[in-house]
């Protein structure tokens, strides 16, 4: 039983705020695991909407060498991205895992419930979530590395800025600007009370069990103001730890050109940059061929135009959102064309894929592509970023 328009556009009174506290972080998942499964009572699938949603915690297996002053050598913190949730997480947590890291995967304020609950959150509430992930990580580990999709990955260099522990990013398709246009997205507030509608940039229907389809202009609001937090702190730091990094050239969600900025300023040696593009051969200036990986996003055999936001993090076998998983991502055509978003949900998984560019939707019928056909070879460019350091 799906929620009602009319309430998962309001907030559900669950996890609008940081709820970890003193709580150690097995705790902080039992209690959001209870959380999430009073927020979706009386709903489809319950079981696998809270194990998707919910953070998570793993633990190397035997064979790795132990740390020196805490149980583990190394430990890695995952944070999701913007109305999203830890599941985006799992597939880069089993990668550590196996590599010998000690994981954990929060879930931010706002997220993981039902959009209404993005209404009112605040960026600091999210700020707040991952220092705590850091802290509880730090217990564990004589290294601290965080990871970072989208606005997780804004959150980590915003954490790493702050907290001296921190060894290594990891960056995906990081949040680092956004279209200014969102720093008046709350101006809402003066009329919304009037019109409900405006405190929404899109209202839409919530197929995704893992991520909110609908988007709340405080949402986009916070986000630009995580960024602008972040370029703050930037112009009076600088960031001397290695750092992977990977993003898309045809990303149509966060400016790719200021990633491109931030990896020119990334002074340590071992720092990487995994490029997906359509142009492989036109390699941006300013970065040092050591330091930059650039792939063919485009994979013809698979009708796949290009890579997108929602896909660098992705496995082509995850059953959810794979290749041949049960969501399909058309809302770029909802309300619009219900024809096109129509056909676009009921067509074959061979039909075109990539990001929702202007010029991949000119060529015909566009499913956004969410998931990672380059995943493998990915694993093996991290690993070996991973055994220099």
Same mark, same amino acid.
């Given at each position: ?139 564990? &580990? ?23 522990? &921190? ?62 937090? &972040? ?159």
């Amino acid at each position: 039983m799906a929620i009602p328009p009319e309430e998962r556009l309001q907030p559900s009174g669950f996890n609008s705020s940081f709820n970890g506290g003193p709580l150690a972080f097995t705790e902080y998942v039992a209690h959001n695991r209870d959380m999430l499964v009073r927020a979706h009572a009386g709903t489809d699938d319950l079981q696998k909407i809270v194990d998707g949603n919910a953070p998570f915690e793993l633990k190397p297996p035997p064979g790795f060498p132990p740390g020196q002053q805490k149980t583990y050598r190394r430990g890695v913190l995952l944070t999701h991205g913007l109305t999203g949730s830890p599941y985006s997480m799992r597939h880069l947590a089993t990668f550590f895992q196996q590599n010998g890291f000690r994981v954990m995967a929060v879930l931010l304020p706002g997220h993981g419930t039902q959009p209404g609950d993005l209404l009112d959150v605040t960026w600091q509430e999210w700020a707040k979530t991952v220092a705590y992930g850091a802290y509880k990580l730090a217990e564990e &580990v004589d290294e601290v590395y965080l990871a970072g999709y989208s606005i997780g990955g804004a959150l980590s260099v915003y954490q790493s800025l702050r907290d001296s522990r &921190v060894r290594g990013l990891f960056l995906f398709s990081p949040a680092l600007k956004i279209t200014p246009k969102a720093a008046w997205a709350n101006l809402h507030k003066l009329y919304s009370w009037l019109i409900p509608s405006a405190r929404w940039v899109d209202v839409k229907p919530d197929l995704d069990i893992y991520k909110y389809e609908s988007l709340a202009k405080n949402a986009a609001a916070q986000t630009y103001a995580l960024t602008r937090a &972040v370029h703050a702190q930037l112009r009076s730091h600088h960031l001397d730890i290695p750092i992977f990094i990977v993003a898309s050239a045809d990303d149509v969600t966060v400016d790719t050109s200021v990633i491109l900025k931030f990896m020119e300023h990334a002074r340590h040696p071992l720092s990487k940059l995994v490029l997906y593009t359509t142009e492989p051969a036109k390699l941006p200036s300013g970065i040092p061929a050591e330091k930059l990986e650039s792939v063919n996003s485009a994979v013809p055999d698979q009708k796949i135009l290009s890579s997108a936001h929602t896909a660098v993090v992705m496995s082509p076998e995850d059953e959810y959102y794979g290749v041949v998983g049960e969501y399909s991502n058309c809302i770029h055509y909802y309300p619009d064309d219900m024809e096109k978003y129509t056909a676009c949900l009921k067509s074959p998984a061979s039909m075109l894929q990539g990001e929702i560019t202007e010029k991949n939707l000119a060529i015909g019928n566009l499913r956004r592509l969410m998931y990672n056909p380059d995943f493998v070879a990915l694993k093996a460019s991290m690993k070996r970023f991973i055994d220099k350091l």
